[in-house]
């Protein structure tokens, strides 16, 4: 089955690319509409350079930061709200907006607030925070009852609450978070950048390549920070899942 899966995910991959390939044919304009091949050799250039190397850095540890501090901040926000129903109700209005406002127009407003230079880690905060605090939050609500009420009976410290009561019923809740919320951190990081004019970043040289009409360039950004963004997600999870195993052995 895995065989089965792996190759129609490869024939997947070479029909979009001669689709790719035949609407750049059809449009023939490659600064407009770059070939498969037009951007391959422009990835092969920028993994040559150096520089590429520098412009990544900037972009990802400021997102990935970013991604730290909401995932931190979601989970501890979702733990009290689990327990406390009355820090759910304070904090609903706050996530309904943080979820409903565009990213676009929270990138404008937070470039009133805060530097350029930490738009894109308030950015990716901002996005990952309601993702991480409604799955900590439903996961705590799925707990087994009949286990909440012996707690409860029995006085149970929030430490051991947290290691053999939540921590089972949140684990598929963060994971499946988490799997979300790096993608977008990486997306609304990006725009962040994008819109804001970040120097030496991934968001930069997408502008400047939209501005001189070189989708070559564009495109080939855009696979890199799709790349890092599945890389960090991936390694992020195994390490994820690696800590909640080690928990279960205690």
């Not at 995932?71 to 759910?88: D, K, P, T, Y």
């Not at 994971?175 to 970040?198: C, N, P, R, Y």
């Not at 599945?230 to 992020?236: D, G, P």
Request: with cysteine.
């Amino acid at each position: 089955m895995k065989n089965k899966r792996l190759l129609g995910k490869v024939a997947a991959v070479a029909v979009a690319l001669l689709l790719w390939q035949a609407a750049a044919i059809w449009v023939d304009m490659r600064y407009l509409f770059a070939a498969p091949s037009d951007v391959l050799k422009t990835l092969l250039s920028l993994f040559g350079d150096a520089g590429t190397w520098g412009v990544l850095w900037r972009s990802c540890h400021k997102i990935i930061l970013g991604f730290l501090i909401g995932l931190l901040l979601g989970a501890a926000l979702g733990i009290l709200a689990g327990r406390f129903s009355a820090v759910e109700i304070f904090l609903w209005p706050y996530m309904v907006t943080v979820k409903s406002v565009p990213v676009a127009s929270f990138i404008v407003i937070a470039l009133i607030w805060v530097k350029t230079a930490v738009l894109s880690t308030f950015i990716s905060v901002l996005i990952v925070l309601p993702i991480i605090y409604n799955n900590i939050l439903g996961g705590i609500r799925g707990a087994d009852r009949k286990m909440t009420e012996m707690a409860d009976v029995f006085s149970l410290p929030l430490g051991r609450r947290l290691l053999y009561i939540w921590m089972p019923a949140v684990k598929p809740f963060l994971l499946s978070a988490v799997h979300s919320a790096a993608g977008l951190a990486f997306k609304s990081g990006v725009a962040a950048e994008v819109i804001g004019l970040q120097n030496g970043t991934v968001g930069e040289m997408i502008h400047y390549a939209r501005l001189h009409f070189e989708s070559a360039e564009l495109f080939a950004w855009t696979i890199l920070i799709v790349v890092m963004s599945a890389l960090f997600e991936r390694v992020f999870s195994a390490t994820l899942r690696g800590s909640f195993a080690g928990l279960e052995r205690l």
